[in-house]
């Protein structure tokens, strides 16, 4: 199991993909990764910075 | 009574970097700007700092290689510097920049009044008598060099920065007073061209705003080059002589020198521009800001070095665009000090970005931080270009890296690295599994990083 | 009977780049490691390649500054260059590199076994009637200087770059033969030197695994500073002459010079050393792989100049990296050639990394891809530094950055921070949110990536 706490350390995300999460306010560790070997695309970022609205 | 010119987007007041940054970017933006400057567009860094004494280091660096080159089986020598010629190449620079600016101003279509400015009410800038008013202002009127009460520029022997750039000869002996950027740079430009050079700073080191370590290797290789350091001594007085001055110290000490230079820091330019008198709140003299740069008065923002934190060109660029974006409702990223680089052009040079050592350990905690220093003696291109200091990496145990501080020649460049790994939070092993190129001195950061990440290449014992 | 020596984790036949990096991961990660070299640790790179290159390319920077420096004020004259002394230089730095890299052997408890290997089984290599097998093996022989038939190297007047680093004389003339990375950099350096130099490249441009636009700038530049570049020009034949050689292309020119250096290509070392016996496959010479640098014996594997691809000495780093890892079951991300950052370092310096423009718009499709060319005249520093050049930047539409492709004196450095904006996939945008510091030539960069987010800041029309 993933060990609690700092999740930074420990997301696989290209280092511009988690700077863009931080910048949007976004928690990466909450994020859904599509990428290979479950690394967080920006995409997944984008996508989960979108507003509800926008999947209607 | 003054006449009006029709309102704009933006009006800005202060051509230097911070200035002009805000001006082309509004002006990409769509928005109607007028930007106001009393002297030359570029500023202090242009005409008064950045550029004429990165020229000058240049030249001393050239007397440098020249004069050492048996060393390298060059068989050279250098017979004297032509001060007329420094400063005809030094201006030469200067000018075709500050042309390619002034192009510029003309191709983003930005609207220049050359002229004193005023701020006469929160919407409202006056220059000779004209008003000109605008949805929003942004205060750049920069910084000045500073002095102490008592201490009189006189402008022959005793300088700021901005008459030394002017200085016709080299002086044969100098007495700088302040070891910051500015003082150090200048010691290490006389230095090079043949003077005798004391440095005065009362402060226990040199560059105490440098991670400490970067401030004993500086020190140390000034020494080696023959320079007289007093860190730890504070300035008394300076008294003219027949040849010079005669600077004396509080611990009773004097040193005599053909002149004085007076680098002790410089203050915002805030006073009578009818800031204050608008309700434009002061801190200690700067202009008092949020995050976003917004000043107490809803539209109007400040940039640059009138902003109390670093006082460095890219930083007013970044300020600018920042404030250019946020007027233009893109709402970007605040600017944040402790990511921008900073880089200080002496002989060796000094470069940093994010946290020092000790501000690490002081945010998160001794055992919370580690750091690796990789000597420039074990990288090949360093051993090339016949220079030594070293590559400093502050990290969060088991997290991204908080720091870098390096020292050596030409060493300033790497900092561009350093700063996409400390601004975008990567971990030493995400540095360490990319290869940096041999033979170069970017490898000494690759070191730093492979070792933090547990995998030391080139490091030894 | 050959005598045997016990088992260990890893033999490795080579002691350059690719070969000590993989013994010394491999003995960090706590495996038994026997590394032999027939030569000296360090291989290609420390005693015959990069660094004594690049040795000379500094005394050649040297001479050049020393001879110019009257541009920047400073009084100087170069009256010569003492080969022995630049040769004592050169050496210098080479013995010292490889002292401490003698100290990393040791220190890593590496088993350096000294004299020249031979697969004799898929886990055995045999010195000199010793036999020593290993759980697996890394295949590490390198390259050696490639010529063509009826060329035959004798040393003294028909030269590879082996014997040209041992030159006691700067040749009046030389014609170079081969207008690569290897070639260029000697044509540089003796030019610097004061020699007459022709370059004669097959290929339609200098440096041809380079963008195009970076060609274009290195001819520009080697012409203006009086060398004579014949591209498209296929060698025909040398013949020796009183004083030297003369060398006719096929186009019916000949060429008369003193020397005539061979820099065509490098070929790996792959023959009489067991490799096809034992069933190892190769391809065009080089040792096959597959990604993860596998050959067709399991548990062998090969690394560095042996595996077609770009010949660099920290690609071998790499893939030494990547074999000890793979070995010790970490998993490790394969290398990929087009992350590698690559540099020539003649002056101006080249340098790159990922897809040249032309390339991109092969793999994408040439709406799909867009650049900018950053010109250094608008850059501060390289006005100071007098140079000339450019940052090109390569983009996917509204995508990240593909390649970068630079060129300008002392520009190299500053592939370390593009490759990490490469191989992380970085947007500009990303990349132009984050400030490089004033005046550096990093700055370039920023302005390239600035542009491209569609925020340009000093860029003239
Ligand atoms: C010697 C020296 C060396 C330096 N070296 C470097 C370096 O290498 N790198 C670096 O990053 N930084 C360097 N700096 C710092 C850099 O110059 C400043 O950080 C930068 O210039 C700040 O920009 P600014 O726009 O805030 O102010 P300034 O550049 O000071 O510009 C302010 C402008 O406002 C104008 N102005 C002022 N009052 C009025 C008015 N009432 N009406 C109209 N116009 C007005 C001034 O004429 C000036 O042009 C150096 C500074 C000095 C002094
Ligand atoms: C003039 C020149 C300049 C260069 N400049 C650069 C540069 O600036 N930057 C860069 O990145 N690259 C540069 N290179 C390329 C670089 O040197 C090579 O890419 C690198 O050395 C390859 O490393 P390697 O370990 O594959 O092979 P090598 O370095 O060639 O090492 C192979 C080793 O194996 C040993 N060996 C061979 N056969 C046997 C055997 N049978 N038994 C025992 N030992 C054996 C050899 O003695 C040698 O030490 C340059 C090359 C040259 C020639």
Redesign the pocket.
């Known amino acids: 199991a993933p060990a609690s706490g700092d999740g930074r350390a420990r997301v696989l995300a290209k280092p511009p993909v988690r700077k863009l999460a931080k910048d949007l306010g976004i928690d990466i560790s909450t994020v859904t990764p599509t990428g290979p070997n479950g690394t967080v695309t920006r995409e997944d970022v984008q996508a989960a910075a979108a507003p509800v609205a926008d999947t209607a | 009574m003054a006449s009006e010119a029709s309102e704009v987007d933006v009006i800005v007041?202060?051509?230097?970097?911070?200035?002009y940054a805000a001006a082309f970017r509004a002006a990409e933006l769509g928005l109607s700007v007028t930007l106001?400057?009393?002297?030359?567009?570029?500023?202090?860094?242009l005409h008064?700092?950045?550029i004429p004494?990165?020229a000058l280091l240049h030249a001393a660096e050239v007397a440098d290689v020249a004069r050492d080159g048996e060393r390298f089986g060059v068989t050279s020598t250098v017979t004297g510097i032509d001060m007329a010629k420094v400063n005809e190449y030094k201006n030469g620079v200067v000018g075709r920049l500050h042309k390619g600016l002034q192009g510029l101003v003309k191709a983003n279509k930005v609207n220049l009044v050359e002229?004193?400015?005023?701020l006469v009410g929160p919407n409202t800038v006056e220059?000779d008598g004209t008003r000109y008013t605008g949805r929003h202002i942004v205060l750049?009127?920069?910084?000045h060099?500073r002095s102490l009460p008592g201490l009189d520029i006189d402008g022959s022997k005793v300088l700021t920065?901005y008459e030394a750039?002017e200085l016709d000869r080299v002086p044969a002996s100098v007495v700088v007073l302040g070891g910051g950027?500015?003082g150090v740079?200048f010691a290490s430009v006389w230095r090079s061209f043949g003077a005798e050079v004391t440095i005065v700073e009362a402060l226990p080191r040199l560059l105490p705003g440098e991670d400490e370590a970067s401030s004993k290797i500086v020190d140390r290789a000034f020494r080696k080059r023959g320079m007289a350091i007093k860190t730890g001594s504070r300035f008394a007085g300076v008294e003219h002589t027949d040849d010079g001055v005669s600077v004396s110290l509080e611990n009773g000490e004097t040193v005599e020198a053909e002149m004085l230079l007076v680098a002790i820091g410089?203050g915002p330019?805030t006073e009578g521009?009818g800031f204050s008198e608008t309700g434009v709140g002061l801190d200690n003299g700067f202009v008092a800001t949020d995050e976003r740069l917004r000043t107490s008065i809803p539209g109007v923002y400040a940039?640059?070095?009138?902003v109390a934190g670093l006082?460095?060109?890219?930083?007013?660029f970044a300020h600018g665009i920042f404030v250019a974006e946020d007027i233009a409702g893109l709402d970007p990223v605040p600017v944040e000090d402790a990511g921008i680089p900073r880089?200080t052009?002496c002989d060796p040079e000094v470069a940093s970005v994010g946290l020092t050592a000790a501000a690490a350990q002081e945010r998160l905690g001794t055992d919370k931080v580690t750091t690796f220093d990789y000597n420039l003696a074990g990288n090949g291109r360093s051993q090339i270009l016949a220079t030594q200091g070293s590559v400093k990496v502050v990290q969060e145990v088991d997290g991204p890296v908080l720091g870098v501080h390096m020292v050596g020649g030409r060493i300033g460049e790497l900092i561009a690295e350093a700063q996409l790994i400390y601004n975008w939070e990567a971990l030493p092993a995400e540095v360490a599994q990319l290869v940096h190129p041999h033979p170069t001195q970017s490898e000494a950061l690759g070191e730093a990083h492979l070792a933090l990440a547990g995998k030391p290449l080139h490091v030894h014992g």
């Open positions: 007041l202060g051509g230097g970097s911070g200035g106001v400057e009393k002297d030359k567009v570029g500023g202090t860094c008064y700092g950045c004494t990165k002229g004193a400015g005023r220059v750049a009127t920069g910084s060099a920065s750039l950027v500015i740079e410089r330019v521009l940039v640059g070095d009138l006082q460095l060109a890219h930083r007013g880089i052009y």
